[in-house]
């Protein structure tokens, strides 16, 4: 069956650090692959997307890259923010299903 | 840009009632889901529903739980008789028909949730 896998939590950085959370998924066929973010007290908001091998998806400074060779779509960016401090949450979309990661919380300190 | 709504944002409720969450998805998507969050935990699909009936349903969504659309906006989730267990946020979800995606990734738009407390 379809599931996606998150490193564990909580993570915290200082700002302006690196950022990796990592994602592997296990599939068949090709699914869509996912980053949502929820934000304290909110729902889950897409933060990007690729549909196929090689796909690079950014926003808002973050970018995760589907690999199929390692069934991996690890998201990262490059200086965090305080404004970062959310549960982030991979998954994977085939046709109408989705498969959610637990979710990673991270939190950026000034 | 359209979004998802649902009501209501909190609700308190004694153990056995019924309770009905209400959402109203993207007006032209075709594809609806409830998902359930409870406090901390990971996200957990429900149910999903297309042309007025449902399409899939996990082990979680038993008797007790039903969904409907009474109108041509609304998407309803209904429990019958609530469980402690049963606390959670409720998140509703849609998505627009493969005709209709840009990217041809199907992707689901949230809503804020509802978070029931049942005491």
């Known amino acids: 069956g379809n599931s996606v896998t998150q490193m564990e939590g909580p993570v915290t950085l200082s700002e302006e650090a690196f950022l990796t959370i990592n994602c592997t998924y296990t599939?068949?066929?090709?699914?869509?692959l996912f980053w949502y973010v929820q934000y304290p007290g909110e729902g889950l908001q897409l933060l990007l997307k690729?549909?196929?091998?090689?796909d690079k998806g950014s926003n808002k400074g973050f970018e995760a890259t589907y690999r199929k060779e390692t069934t991996s779509f690890h998201l990262e960016k490059g200086s965090v923010q305080v404004s970062d401090s959310a549960v982030y949450f991979c998954a994977l979309g085939y046709g109408q299903n989705f498969v959610f990661g637990p979710g990673t919380r991270l939190s950026v300190l000034p | 840009e359209p979004e998802v709504t649902q009501t209501p944002s909190h609700q308190v409720t004694q153990m056995g009632q019924e309770v009905i969450l209400r959402c109203v998805p993207i007006?032209?998507?075709?594809?609806f889901y409830w998902y359930r969050q409870i406090l901390g935990q990971k996200v957990e699909f429900l149910v999903s529903f297309y042309n007025n009936e449902i399409s899939e349903k996990s082990e979680i969504f038993d008797d007790q739980f039903s969904v409907e659309r009474p109108d041509g906006s609304n998407f309803t989730l209904k429990i019958r008789s609530t469980k402690l267990e049963d606390s959670a946020m409720y998140f509703c979800a849609s998505s627009p028909s493969p005709g209709q995606r840009l990217s041809g990734a199907n992707v689901l738009t949230f809503g804020a949730g509802s978070r029931l407390t049942v005491l």
């Open positions: 599939a068949t066929g090709y699914p869509s």
């Open positions: 007006s032209n998507h075709l594809y």
């Open positions: 690729a549909t196929k091998a090689d």
